[in-house]
């Protein structure tokens, strides 16, 4: 069965633009060739992803009430699942006193402690679900920009779930089946992956070509600027730090791009307000933030409505917890906890990913009826605890540098409970008064009692990941204190 819609978002050609004419016969065999015949002729997995995308389409156009229907149903099955085939949570269930079919539901759901990174790397065999051949399933990792990598185990239910998820995504944000897409990424697991000819045939099939976000240097990003000029893409999918640095970038060198013709897709990363505004005015087209991880695929994806993140909620259960109890709560920050209804080799429940976040039961104006991811406010290290105590969103540290058109990066670093280090990458048109102007902005907020020392820099390097991180904590988030919190 043809994967095309059968009404594309995207044209196959732009009559007027000659780059559009000069790839068009690779629009045309990706649409056309790939998509319907070769792309669920390549893996059984593909297939079976083009079906799942299929069969949730028609579901999420339910009511809430119905989707709901399906999700707890999908957390009943993983739950007794587990309670009859996996050593480590039969022993977390006991604990809680989950016994009965009747007690696998959200409600028994909130009696369980969540699930941490730590668990991860000390219970790794213990959480491998029993019968499971190990030889099927694909390891899969995470947490290089955190500092606190975990490995982990995903079976092809997985996979190909998390694939036709991704694929409702980006249909969401303007692409669609055969259209251009450039990567703008760093994983070694994507675009690494491109070193072989198999790979760079799936990519040029599929229509992407991928730009390393490991190395934006100034020469990197003016050659990337050239060939995605050639290129012409409907869609940019980036990390979030990467687009706007390359927004930057274009910005102070004075270039005016023509792409993507579409949209810009926004993952990994934590997108903010000032991010978003800097990239659509420098390119001109909507950005879509895109929530998701390694761990458990993508969470929640924003609409052209931009009121918030749709939840994918037959893929996971997602819940806000607050900060000091613990409890579920809605319209405030509080700790997102996410349990993966797909991955039954090594389940994930209530798995705390580190992130902080806003759930709502509102609906959005677009009509579908997910709940909405109404904010995400970034990880937990991306908060930063000023000497007396308070909670500081490391949003506020980009706002201090704005205005400075002689700081090309920035990356602030919390120490300790009292040092603070801001790494400076200067332009030619650094002026030494800029700096000054931005240490009484971060005193207004941290006090005098901090001590703040700058630290010139030819360059910031990602982390592992490929990510740039702009705030970071080496120390642990606050729990169970009273505090103020600002952004």
């Known amino acids: 069965m043809s994967a095309i819609p059968e009404t594309r978002s995207v044209e196959i050609a732009e009559r007027g633009n000659p780059a559009r004419r000069r790839c068009q ?121 955190t500092g606190d990598p975990v490995n982990l185990l995903q079976d092809r239910n997985f996979l190909a779930e998390s694939l036709a998820t991704a694929f409702i995504s980006d249909k969401m944000q303007g692409w669609d089946f055969g259209a251009r897409r450039a990567l703008l990424w760093g994983s070694p697991k994507d675009c690494g992956r491109l070193s072989s000819a198999k790979a760079r045939l799936s990519a040029y099939l599929n229509n992407e070509n991928c730009y390393d976000s490991f190395n934006m240097g100034i020469r990197e990003m003016q050659r990337f600027h050239e060939e995605l000029t050639r290129f012409q893409p409907d869609n940019i999918l980036a990390y979030a730090s990467s687009i706007y640095l390359f927004a930057r970038f274009q910005k102070e060198a004075r270039i005016k791009p023509n792409y993507p013709l579409r949209s810009i897709i926004s993952s990994a990363e934590t997108l903010t307000d000032a991010m978003r505004a800097e990239v659509e005015e420098c390119f001109g087209v909507p950005v879509y933030d895109r929530y998701g991880t390694r761990e458990v695929g993508t969470i929640a994806s924003e609409c052209d409505h931009h009121a918030g993140l749709h939840l994918h909620m037959l893929d996971h259960y997602a819940e806000v917890v607050d900060f000091e109890t613990g409890q579920g709560i809605w319209d405030k920050p509080g700790r997102i906890l996410v349990t993966l209804l797909t991955n039954y080799a090594m389940p994930l429940i209530r798995y705390d990913i580190g992130d902080v976040g806003i759930l709502t039961e509102d609906f959005c104006p677009c009509g579908r009826s997910a709940l909405l991811v109404k904010k995400l406010l970034g990880r937990s290290s991306d908060f930063v605890v000023s000497p007396s105590g308070r909670l500081i969103h490391g949003e506020y540290f980009t706002h201090a540098f704005y205005g400075h058109r002689g700081i090309r990066q920035f990356q602030f670093v919390q120490e300790t409970a009292t040092l603070y280090l801001v790494r400076v990458v200067k332009s030619a048109d650094f002026q030494p008064p800029s700096l000054e102007a931005v240490r009484h902005e971060i005193e207004l907020v941290l006090g005098q009692n901090a001590e703040i020392r700058f630290e010139f820099v030819e360059n910031i390097p990602s982390a592992r990941s490929g990510k740039w991180r702009f705030t970071i904590s080496k120390i642990p988030l606050p729990v169970g204190q009273n505090r103020e919190t600002a952004s």
């Open 25 to 145: 016969a690779r629009d045309l065999i990706s649409l056309y060739l790939n998509y319907p015949i070769l792309f669920p002729m390549r893996k059984s997995l593909n297939r079976r992803a083009l079906e799942i995308m299929r069969n949730k389409l028609n579901a999420i156009v339910g009511t809430r009430a119905k989707i709901e229907e399906v999700q707890r149903s999908r957390l009943r099955e993983l739950l007794s699942f587990c309670s009859l085939r996996n050593p480590f949570y039969r022993d977390r269930f006991r604990r809680a006193g989950l016994r009965e079919k009747l007690d696998f539901c959200p409600e028994g759901l909130a009696q369980l402690p969540p699930l941490t990174k730590v668990d991860l790397q000390e219970s790794f065999d213990r959480l491998v679900s029993e019968g499971v051949s190990r030889e099927r399933l694909v390891e899969n990792s995470s947490g290089g920009s």
